[in-house]
């Protein structure tokens, strides 16, 4: 069937304002509200906490400490080692120390303000340099080597070595952390969490309260936007709802303020790089080196997976036969950092393109020729550093046609007449490719179930394990579900994630929403189906490799009957309606201790094309023009999938350009607010921006041979990073590499230009 760019399910309830989010559930007679007392040093003893002014404050029901709670005092997703409300030490400016329970949210939040603390001042580390200087790690070090770098190295023709430090990122979801918690009979919770990990979350509560998986119900419905930040970072605020609810026992909602949002919770990992590099005449790298260091924050959270992807991403499209890649994941007393879409493999590509843009500068090449040379083969040069083999590689033949549908070569020409001719004005023009894996590192990560049920009206309505944050994973799933039985998508529904519907699931991330989740509700439809194809080979007398289901009938030849007079027909004659389903990502290997294997299932590729403009006075820049070319594999749905990589390319080009985060020298995050942190806005958006889906069925049965769409277009922006390194270089001796980091404000591409100028 042609891919069908079907409306997001609820984006009629989106426009009109009735779609529900956690805060719209109307709230149950007697909730009370939570807010959270928050640290004022990034690393200290905690002397004296005194909470009685919080206690006598108007309207307060409980204060609530560490030694509150009953079970296990923490909430980090895989080392133990983060504390859902700090006791004895702070780690961070903005770590929680008490929680305040009040009948309303404004009495909770003033109450909060209340308490006296005192300190005793303990040496902070705050910058990722400075942890690697002090050999202070939330996780050991890792390391990955490929072949003879250190004797390549020497014997290249050519060498070059250097630093590069880029920025990390707020995920600025519009709706913030909350969680609602409701106590019912028996000491059982039902949980309303803004989460990408239900199960986590239900995991949490049971370790914090003592209970059991099947005592608390973890419920949602949709996020307003997660990005990586609702993956284990919303478990603190789970947490902390839970015990008060338990405490009090009524229900209690927790929904911080923006500022408090941002002070407590960890962003996407910054990272400083140190590389070498040795290569040929022509460009083609004969070896590589180069140590990546995180900002992990005060505790691992989910730094090791991210550390790893940056590993394995380090060679983004590129073949590196002889490579060392060191990760080191810096002990620091800021947010603990967590995941953000791409999950450390932005991180990772990014360090080889800036490579690669110093070789071509180096050799007056054009960067795209370099990249050329150096791009995956697909019979030989085309196994990954960590042993996996690249055997659906459509790089090739993906660039040569944004090539030609961007006018790449004539705009090239084009730019450099327009710099030669403007002495303040300095355009750029780069071309940067994209190979992403899609698959969770941890293998048992690749699994989801779902349950579809048939009514008697033949309606459908499907649940599944994965969290809707706005991406259309809900619009997707229906769509697979609904072509399976052959009906309209408007019969078929699907309800809020439900850790008491399916089980055990895995978060929605790493980009295998739909690949896991339609897989499965896919298998759950195809049962029933199954079903249905039996008694209507024995109603319409036909053999059950005739029977077809389509546009609301089945069909065997001449013969056919409407899909609700079947259904109807099961019903009387005693057919299950209803299945489970479930999927597990085949052809997956990984041995993290060698750093080894096949831990992605298949790559998805793009590319992009960006046009920027720079002035040298000033340091300011706007992106004239993007062309994006990206792999969706067969769409489910275009409108969709298109949504997401310009979604990535504007949220990536953020990243690397206007989002900066600031910590004082105290450890105090300083942009904790719309005032002070700059997303893009409408108006940094392209006037021209060009966005097409590379044709290209999946090599391998995804569910239908689509690719993820998520997280490989937020690589598609290093393009609009390197225009702007390519504009600065503009403005100086054109074969001097600009020093410019990311992200690249105007101040950042200031101190570039007066490098390149010499100044």
Same mark, same amino acid.
């Given at each position: 069937?042609?891919?069908?760019?079907?409306?997001?399910?609820?984006?009629?309830?989106?426009?009109?304002?009735? @779609?529900?989010?956690?805060?719209?559930?109307?709230?149950?007679?007697?909730?009370?509200?939570?807010?959270?007392?928050?640290?004022?040093?990034?690393?200290?003893?905690?002397?004296?906490?005194?909470?009685?002014?919080?206690?006598?404050?108007?309207?307060?029901?409980?204060?609530?400490?560490?030694?509150?709670?009953?079970?296990?005092?923490?909430?980090?997703?895989?080392?133990?080692?983060?504390?859902?409300?700090?006791?004895?030490?702070?780690?961070?400016?903005?770590?929680?120390?008490?929680?305040?329970?009040?009948?309303?949210?404004?009495?909770?939040?003033?109450?909060?303000?209340?308490?006296?603390?005192?300190?005793? =001042?303990?040496?902070?580390?705050?910058?990722?340099?400075?942890?690697?200087?002090?050999?202070?790690?939330?996780?050991?070090?890792?390391?990955?080597?490929?072949?003879? #770098?250190?004797?390549?190295?020497?014997? +290249?023709?050519?060498?070059?070595?250097?630093?590069? !430090?880029?920025?990390?990122?707020?995920?600025?979801?519009?709706?913030?952390?909350?969680?609602?918690?409701?106590?019912?009979?028996?000491?059982?919770?039902?949980?309303?969490?803004?989460?990408?990990?239900?199960?986590?979350?239900?995991?949490?509560?049971?370790?914090?309260?003592?209970?059991?998986?099947?005592?608390?119900?973890?419920?949602?419905?949709?996020?307003?936007?997660?990005?990586?930040?609702?993956? +284990?970072?919303?478990?603190?605020?789970?947490?902390?709802? @839970?015990?008060?609810?338990?405490?009090?026992?009524?229900?209690?909602?927790?929904?911080?303020?923006?500022?408090?949002?941002?002070?407590?919770?960890?962003?996407?990992?910054?990272?400083?790089?140190?590389?070498?590099?040795?290569?040929?005449?022509? $460009?083609?790298?004969?070896?590589?080196?180069?140590?990546?260091?995180?900002?992990?924050?005060?505790? @691992? !959270?989910?730094?090791?997976?991210?550390?790893?992807?940056?590993?394995?991403?380090?060679?983004?499209?590129?073949?590196?036969?002889?490579?060392?890649?060191?990760?080191?994941?810096?002990?620091?007393?800021?947010?603990?950092?967590?995941?953000?879409?791409?999950?450390?493999? #932005?991180?990772?590509?990014?360090?080889?393109?800036?490579?690669?843009?110093?070789?071509?500068?180096?050799?007056?090449?054009?960067?795209?020729?370099?990249?050329?040379?150096?791009?995956?083969?697909?019979?030989?040069?085309?196994?990954?550093?960590?042993?996996?083999?690249?055997?659906?590689?459509?790089?090739?033949?993906?660039?040569?046609?944004?090539?030609?549908?961007?006018?790449?070569?004539?705009?090239?020409?084009?730019?450099?007449?327009?710099?030669?001719?403007?002495?303040?004005?300095?355009?750029?023009?780069?071309?940067?490719?994209?190979?992403?894996?899609?698959?969770?590192?941890?293998?048992?990560?690749?699994?989801?179930?779902?349950?579809?049920?048939?009514?008697?009206?033949?309606?459908?309505?499907?649940?599944?394990?994965?969290?809707?944050?706005?991406?259309?994973?809900?619009?997707?799933?229906?769509?697979?579900?609904?072509?399976?039985?052959?009906?309209?998508?408007?019969?078929?529904?699907?309800?809020?994630?439900?850790?008491?519907?399916?089980?055990?699931?895995?978060?929605?991330?790493?980009?295998? $929403?739909?690949?896991?989740?339609?897989?499965?509700?896919?298998?759950?439809?195809?049962?029933?189906?199954?079903?249905?194809?039996?008694?209507? @080979?024995?109603?319409?007398?036909?053999?059950?490799?005739?029977?077809?289901?389509?546009?609301?009938?089945?069909?065997?030849?001449?013969?056919?009957?409407?899909?609700?007079?079947?259904?109807?027909?099961?019903?009387?004659?005693?057919?299950?309606?209803?299945?489970?389903?479930?999927?597990?990502?085949?052809?997956?290997?990984?041995?993290?201790?060698?750093?080894?294997?096949? =831990?992605?299932?298949?790559?998805?590729?793009?590319?992009?094309?960006?046009?920027?403009?720079?002035?040298?006075?000033?340091?300011?820049?706007?992106?004239?023009?993007?062309?994006?070319?990206?792999?969706?594999?067969?769409?489910?749905?275009?409108?969709?999938?298109?949504?997401?990589?310009?979604?990535?390319?504007?949220?990536?080009?953020?990243?690397?350009?206007?989002?900066?985060?600031?910590? !004082?020298?105290?450890?105090?995050?300083?942009?904790?607010?719309? +005032?002070?942190?700059?997303?893009?806005?409408?108006?940094?958006? #392209?006037?021209?921006?060009?966005?097409?889906?590379?044709?290209?069925?999946?090599?391998?049965?995804?569910?239908?041979?689509?690719?993820?769409?998520?997280?490989?277009?937020?690589?598609?922006?290093?393009?609009?990073?390197?225009?702007?390194?390519?504009?600065?270089?503009?403005?100086?001796?054109?074969?001097?590499?600009?020093?410019?980091?990311? #992200?690249?404000?105007?101040?950042?591409?200031?101190?570039?230009?007066?490098?390149?100028?010499?100044?």
């Amino acid at each position: 069937m042609k891919p069908d760019s079907a409306a997001h399910e609820s984006a009629h309830l989106h426009v009109s304002g009735e @779609a529900t989010y956690i805060d719209d559930i109307a709230e149950i007679a007697g909730t009370a509200h939570c807010a959270l007392g928050l640290s004022t040093q990034a690393h200290a003893i905690l002397t004296t906490v005194d909470l009685q002014n919080v206690r006598n404050s108007p309207g307060v029901i409980a204060v609530l400490t560490a030694g509150d709670i009953p079970g296990v005092n923490d909430c980090g997703p895989i080392i133990h080692d983060d504390p859902v409300l700090a006791q004895g030490e702070v780690f961070y400016i903005g770590q929680p120390i008490f929680a305040v329970v009040a009948e309303t949210r404004e009495q909770a939040q003033r109450a909060a303000r209340l308490g006296q603390i005192e300190y005793r =001042p303990l040496p902070a580390i705050l910058t990722p340099r400075a942890a690697h200087a002090a050999h202070d790690y939330v996780l050991p070090p890792i390391s990955l080597t490929r072949g003879e #770098p250190e004797q390549k190295l020497k014997a +290249s023709a050519r060498q070059l070595s250097g630093t590069f !430090d880029i920025g990390g990122q707020e995920q600025f979801y519009l709706e913030g952390q909350i969680a609602y918690v409701i106590p019912k009979e028996d000491g059982c919770f039902h949980v309303h969490s803004s989460t990408q990990h239900p199960t986590e979350m239900q995991h949490v509560v049971c370790h914090l309260l003592n209970l059991r998986a099947h005592q608390v119900v973890v419920e949602m419905r949709r996020m307003g936007g997660g990005f990586g930040g609702k993956e +284990s970072q919303s478990a603190l605020f789970c947490a902390v709802a @839970a015990l008060a609810a338990w405490k009090i026992k009524r229900p209690v909602k927790l929904r911080p303020d923006r500022d408090d949002d941002m002070m407590i919770t960890g962003k996407r990992h910054c990272f400083a790089y140190d590389y070498a590099v040795g290569f040929d005449n022509q $460009g083609r790298i004969n070896a590589a080196k180069i140590d990546m260091i995180t900002r992990a924050g005060f505790s @691992a !959270d989910l730094s090791g997976p991210v550390a790893t992807r940056a590993l394995c991403h380090f060679d983004n499209a590129y073949f590196l036969s002889d490579v060392t890649i060191n990760a080191f994941n810096g002990k620091t007393n800021t947010q603990s950092n967590t995941a953000f879409r791409g999950f450390g493999g #932005p991180q990772g590509a990014i360090a080889i393109e800036y490579i690669l843009d110093d070789i071509a500068r180096e050799l007056k090449m054009d960067p795209l020729d370099v990249r050329m040379t150096n791009f995956y083969g697909t019979h030989d040069r085309n196994v990954t550093p960590y042993g996996q083999p690249v055997k659906d590689n459509v790089i090739h033949e993906l660039v040569a046609e944004l090539v030609e549908t961007s006018d790449y070569r004539q705009r090239r020409r084009a730019v450099s007449d327009f710099n030669q001719s403007n002495t303040i004005l300095k355009k750029g023009l780069y071309l940067t490719p994209v190979k992403f894996g899609i698959s969770f590192n941890v293998k048992h990560f690749n699994q989801a179930g779902a349950l579809v049920h048939v009514y008697t009206d033949g309606s459908v309505l499907v649940n599944h394990g994965g969290t809707e944050m706005g991406q259309g994973l809900n619009t997707k799933v229906c769509q697979v579900v609904a072509r399976e039985l052959g009906i309209s998508l408007n019969q078929v529904r699907a309800t809020a994630a439900d850790t008491s519907k399916v089980a055990n699931t895995s978060a929605t991330a790493a980009s295998t $929403g739909s690949d896991l989740n339609g897989k499965a509700a896919q298998n759950a439809a195809a049962q029933i189906r199954q079903r249905l194809t039996t008694l209507a @080979a024995t109603l319409l007398q036909s053999e059950p490799e005739q029977i077809e289901f389509s546009g609301n009938h089945i069909t065997a030849g001449a013969r056919r009957m409407r899909f609700t007079e079947l259904v109807q027909k099961a019903y009387e004659e005693r057919i299950q309606l209803w299945s489970d389903g479930f999927y597990k990502t085949p052809d997956l290997s990984w041995d993290k201790d060698t750093l080894t294997g096949s =831990p992605f299932y298949y790559f998805a590729y793009g590319a992009a094309v960006s046009e920027v403009v720079v002035d040298t006075l000033t340091g300011e820049w706007k992106l004239v023009r993007g062309d994006l070319l990206h792999d969706a594999g067969t769409s489910i749905n275009p409108a969709i999938d298109i949504g997401q990589v310009e979604g990535a390319y504007i949220q990536g080009m953020g990243w690397l350009t206007t989002e900066e985060l600031c910590w !004082d020298q105290n450890g105090k995050l300083t942009t904790h607010a719309p +005032s002070t942190y700059k997303i893009p806005a409408t108006h940094d958006c #392209p006037d021209l921006l060009n966005t097409t889906l590379f044709s290209n069925p999946n090599g391998v049965d995804t569910v239908l041979r689509s690719k993820a769409v998520g997280e490989p277009p937020l690589l598609l922006p290093f393009s609009v990073f390197f225009a702007i390194r390519d504009a600065i270089a503009q403005a100086g001796q054109q074969n001097i590499s600009p020093p410019l980091q990311a #992200p690249a404000t105007p101040e950042a591409i200031l101190a570039a230009i007066r490098a390149v100028k010499g100044i």
